[in-house]
């Protein structure tokens, strides 16, 4: 009976994966086939056998570009927002006062246009990775935190009241039921904050950064009217911001097996 029901989720996995593919090939091939149809020129739409010659053309250049966006800038931001919003949330659940005062300068802070702060950071951090690990801070820090807030609101009295008649304090009460409880809510928050990090690192760059970076890449690319390595830095985004999100829905299907969410037909 598993090896049956494992058979079948490793089937629908591959069915869909299938019909991913082959919806996206067919839009790849239409792409071509347009742009050599209507002659469509290099610097308004480059056709994605040019996209791909200049990927493979350009590796070592896309992964020094890699490194520091994405590895410095975004990951890093990505996990100290994460790491402050749930100490903040903890914080906010223990203090009603912390409640109504961070929440709504965090909501004030979370409406800020990136194009507005990031040239702020960038003077304040400088022009290297730090400055748009900052820029990510400030992305993803209240989504996360909303989610864990209401995450560690999700249990009820009755079972507070039953974690107080076994004696388990506050903190015992946390790590054994509440923090549980929130993991789903707080996953969501990572996995929708994913891509705003990947995002916010990039925009970041085009306003200051070292002679390297995505951002910086696509900036000098567009002046340069090299369409082809445009499109070979957005094909890297696209790859990690898809990786990313995969990785965090891989660890919360570990970390939450037990939820309904997880369960699978």
């Not at 402050?84 to 009603?96: E, L």
Request: hydrophobic share 60%.
């Amino acid at each position: 009976m598993a090896i049956n029901l494992w058979l079948a989720r490793i089937g629908s996995r591959a069915s869909r994966l299938s019909v991913a593919a082959v919806f996206g090939l067919t839009i790849l091939l239409l792409w071509e086939l347009a742009c050599r149809y209507f002659a469509i020129p290099a610097v308004i739409l480059p056709a994605p056998s040019a996209i791909w010659a200049s990927f493979t053309g350009n590796l070592p250049l896309l992964w020094g570009d890699f490194v520091q966006t994405i590895l410095k800038g975004a990951l890093s931001g990505w996990i100290i927002g994460a790491l402050a919003a749930v100490v903040t949330a903890i914080a906010i659940d223990r203090s009603d006062f912390l409640q109504r005062g961070l929440l709504p300068v965090g909501n004030f802070v979370a409406a800020l246009p990136i194009v507005g702060i990031a040239p702020i950071l960038v003077m304040w951090f400088g022009f290297d990775w730090q400055s748009k690990a900052a820029v990510v801070v400030v992305m993803v820090f209240f989504p996360i935190l909303v989610n864990m807030v209401a995450g560690l609101a999700a249990t009820d009295a009755l079972q507070r009241d039953l974690m107080a008649t076994w004696g388990a304090g506050y903190w015992r009460g946390l790590w054994s039921m509440r923090l549980p409880a929130a993991l789903p809510f707080l996953f969501n928050g990572l996995k929708i904050t994913t891509t705003l990090a990947l995002i916010g690192a990039i925009v970041a760059e085009f306003f200051g950064s070292p002679t390297r970076g995505m951002g910086f890449r696509i900036s000098t690319a567009v002046g340069k009217l090299d369409l082809g390595l445009v499109w070979a830095e957005i094909l890297v985004a696209a790859l990690a911001g898809s990786a990313f999100y995969g990785i965090v829905a891989w660890i919360e299907g570990r970390a939450t097996f037990w939820h309904p969410s997880q369960r699978r037909r």
